[in-house]
């Protein structure tokens, strides 16, 4: 998993305008990818390249380390990003130790899930546009069949029917993975506003609450969609079969439209895996 330079932007950005505090992010380099101060992208950063160049996880630096170093470094801790155990970068934020430190953590814990959920993203998009466009395929083909022969006329206008209905699921699946995405953004930065309200305040912060629950209730919304989706796949799964069944009818014909038969059944193939992968995503949501 790669660490982008926007998921960066946006975290650092946001930290910045909930607490007031500057933080940065580097890549495996040690180069800083995202300052919320814009004046050091570029740079190599030293604590960062120390943390992914060793088994180092965490470096602080403390107000007596920035009073020696006579103002060369600054106040403030550095954390590895890490995803499934595997060092992808830094988040680092200047302040009170005290203060930042929980703020830290969190962000950079938020950011590897940022990283995974917009890999999840990718690859649900990748895999609906292999199954549009092999549905676009598929309706070629089966206009080829109706024109080859007035005797598979009925059969190849129902396939056509069952494959419109099919990418109009499709759709409607791209529709509701747009609709959990947004719900998954709002849910980690209302999360993460928790955090930082409860980081600041301590015993005494009374908003926590209230975000928690507005947090409880968009992780349910998230779940309804998720359910949706699998209602969608079964629909879905139940078209490509009517496909599947179209194209044994029309095995006896003669050899050109067997040729563009067979097509058909390696894109239903390419269907049905396509949405065994999609069943599989969606059951992580």
Not at 200 to 224: D, I, M, P, T
Not at 242 to 262: F, I, L, Y
């Amino acid at each position: 998993m790669i660490l982008t330079e926007k998921t960066a932007v946006e975290l650092t950005e946001f930290i910045n305008r909930q607490t007031g505090y500057h933080s940065i992010v580097c890549d495996t380099t040690g180069r800083i990818i995202a300052d919320s101060s814009h004046t050091r992208v570029g740079n190599m950063h030293a604590g960062s390249k120390r943390i992914m160049t060793t088994d180092i996880d965490t470096i602080s630096i403390t107000e007596e380390d920035e009073i020696n170093s006579g103002g060369a470094v600054k106040v403030g801790i550095n954390l590895a990003v890490k995803v499934d155990g595997v060092k992808i970068g830094t988040f680092g934020i200047g302040g009170k130790l005290e203060l930042v430190t929980p703020v830290a953590k969190v962000a950079s814990g938020l950011l590897a899930k940022m990283l995974h959920d917009d890999e999840m993203k990718s690859t649900l998009q990748t895999v609906i546009g292999e199954i549009t466009e092999s549905l676009e395929r598929a309706m070629a083909a089966v206009q080829q069949i109706t024109a080859s022969s007035q005797e598979l006329a009925a059969n190849s206008q129902a396939l056509a029917n069952v494959t419109v209905e099919t990418l109009e699921h499709v759709k409607a699946t791209t529709n509701i993975i747009g609709f959990i995405q947004r719900i998954a953004n709002q849910t980690k930065l209302l999360g993460l506003n928790a955090s930082i309200e409860a980081a600041r305040a301590g015993e005494q912060g009374r908003g926590f609450a209230v975000v928690a629950n507005e947090v409880r209730k968009l992780a349910e919304e998230s779940g309804g969609s998720a359910r949706e989706i699998n209602t969608l796949l079964s629909q879905f799964k139940g078209n490509i079969e009517k496909v599947s069944d179209g194209v044994m009818q029309n095995s006896t014909v003669a050899e050109e439209q067997a040729r563009a038969t067979q097509d058909i059944a390696g894109m239903v193939e390419v269907l049905n895996e396509a949405g065994r992968k999609l069943a599989e995503l969606a059951e992580k949501l």
